[in-house]
């Protein structure tokens, strides 16, 4: 949805496109298989991480608002359940963290170079766009870095449900939180994982197994990390 002041987006009366009198349609749907969870603006794209999809998403934003979101959208990768997303400040550069749970977890690293014009080499078994322009399917089978998809690489492992990503004012360093553990850590562009603290309790069992549990965290703009 495009947000705007005053507007009736119609849940829970209509979910998707709404034929009822006074309700806004959303620019980009998907269906209920694809669970879309975060997303996050890098240059004219907007790139969508999705839970039950197992994909990155990415839709030209000046598609989306002229109604062609959902003709317009690819997929950038497969393999992943994925939800924490964020940009990383100054770089065309984002961290997905995925979503499988029991410690397994990771948190990837994808440089979106095209978006401002750069380029990335093409990955075997793939075609290129009909336009010429770089292949932004990246199959799910060719995977590299240990088990990270072709596209993407592994900047952290070890997680447990990564749930939230929000970067520091020095745009260096990340907060990332754990949903089932309540944990919060940081983490540098080198990978480098430091506990910050625990929330604890955040929602009493057994209903941290739907989606509660922590959640999404956003820092003190004025805070200087230490």
């Known amino acids: 949805n495009l947000i705007k002041r005053g507007a009736n987006y119609g849940w829970p009366s209509c ?3 709404c034929a009822t009198k006074g309700m806004t349609d959303p620019k980009v749907t998907w269906d209920h298989t694809t669970a879309p969870a975060q997303v996050a603006v890098v240059g004219d794209d907007l790139y969508v991480s999705s839970l039950r999809g197992y994909q990155l998403w990415r839709v030209p934003i000046t598609a989306a608002l002229q109604g062609k979101g959902d003709s317009a959208r690819t997929k950038v ?3 992943y359940a994925l939800r924490a997303l964020a940009k990383v400040p100054g770089r065309n550069e984002l961290w997905l ?3 499988r749970g029991a410690n397994g ?6 440089t979106v170079g095209d978006a401002v014009g750069q380029r990335a080499a093409r990955p075997a078994g793939t075609a290129p766009r009909a336009n010429g322009s770089m292949t932004r399917h990246i199959q799910r089978s060719a995977a590299v870095d240990g088990g990270a998809p072709a596209g993407a690489k592994t900047l952290s492992k070890g997680w447990h449900t990564p749930w939230g990503i929000s970067f520091l004012p020095n745009g ?8 089932l553990s309540y944990q919060v850590y940081r983490l540098d562009r080198k990978g480098t994982k430091k506990w910050v603290g625990e929330v604890p309790y955040t929602v009493p069992e057994p209903y941290d197994e739907g989606a509660g549990g922590l959640l999404g965290v956003a820092p003190s703009p004025t805070w200087d990390g230490k």
């Open 15 to 17: 979910e998707g496109v």
């Open 97 to 99: 963290g995925t979503a």
């Open 172 to 179: 260096r360093t990340a907060l990332v939180t754990e949903r």
């Open 105 to 110: 977890d990771r948190i990837l690293r994808v």
């Open 77 to 79: 990768f497969s393999g």
